[in-house]
């Protein structure tokens, strides 16, 4: 059975601060999806990696993933409140990686 | 471009009572997801659509739970009879294979309560 794993769970950061949210899976994939999800709505694709060695960047965040060491990790850069958000990871499995099993999320807080 | 729809976006009902979800994905969209989300959790995927064929149903409680897409575009996943546990909210998300992967597309949700 495939777990997924994120740490932390919880995330509270200062404006301007750098920090990396971290996703292990426990069996092969090559096909990982981050999402985030503000409260109350529904989840917005941020990113999609389908390969080893695969770097996406958007603003201020940049994902990348090893399939070899079955982690992804989701790094802010210089963070601001409107990121504020819980972040989810998905690994992809079966046809294409359509079949998602979703971590738990992280829940970060950026303070002014 | 419309993004998924679903209604309703709120439902509260006492156990034991029966509720319908609909969906209706993006245009164009042939794989459509149904997805519980208990409060604090990702969402787990309860059915998979490929058109109108459930291909991926492992995790849909059969005993209580149905859902069809008769004509491959809009979906109804169905709850009868509702218990306790069956408070959660429930998503509908569509994809659409490009270079090699589903990115799926989440609609709002469904926000159940069970009394």
């Known amino acids: 059975e495939l777990k997924v794993e994120q740490n932390p769970l919880f995330l509270s950061m200062q404006e301007g601060k750098n920090y990396t949210i971290y996703c292990n899976y426990s069996?092969?994939?090559?096909?990982l999806y981050w999402y985030r999800q503000d409260p109350g709505k529904s989840l917005e694709s941020l990113f999609v990696?389908?390969?080893?060695?695969a770097v996406k960047q958007e603003g201020r965040l940049m994902a990348s993933l090893d399939t070899k060491a079955r982690l992804s990790t989701l790094h802010i850069t210089a963070a601001v409140h409107d990121l504020s958000a819980t972040y989810f990871c998905?690994?992809?499995?079966?046809?294409?990686?359509?079949?998602?099993?979703f971590g738990e999320g992280t829940q970060l807080t950026v303070n002014p | 471009e419309a993004g998924v729809v679903q209604s309703p976006r709120y439902k509260i009902i006492e156990k034991k009572q029966p509720v319908a979800f609909w969906c209706n994905p993006i245009?164009?969209?042939?794989?459509l997801y149904w997805y519980r989300q208990n409060l604090g959790q990702g969402p787990e995927l309860l059915i998979r659509?490929?058109?109108?064929?459930?291909?991926?149903d492992s995790q849909l409680p059969k005993d209580r739970f149905s859902a069809e897409r008769l004509k491959g575009v809009d979906s109804t996943l169905k709850i009868q009879p509702a218990e306790l546990g069956d408070s959660a909210v429930y998503l509908c998300?569509?994809?659409?294979?490009?270079?090699?992967?589903?990115?799926?597309?989440f609609g709002p949700g469904t926000r159940l309560t069970v009394t």
């Open positions: 998300a569509s994809s659409l294979r490009t270079s090699g992967a589903y990115e799926q597309y």
């Open positions: 069996t092969t994939s090559d096909r």
């Open positions: 990696l389908l390969s080893n060695g």
């Open positions: 998905a690994v992809g499995k079966g046809t294409s990686g359509s079949r998602l099993t």
């Open positions: 245009s164009g969209h042939n794989t």
């Open positions: 659509y490929e058109n109108e064929e459930a291909v991926d």
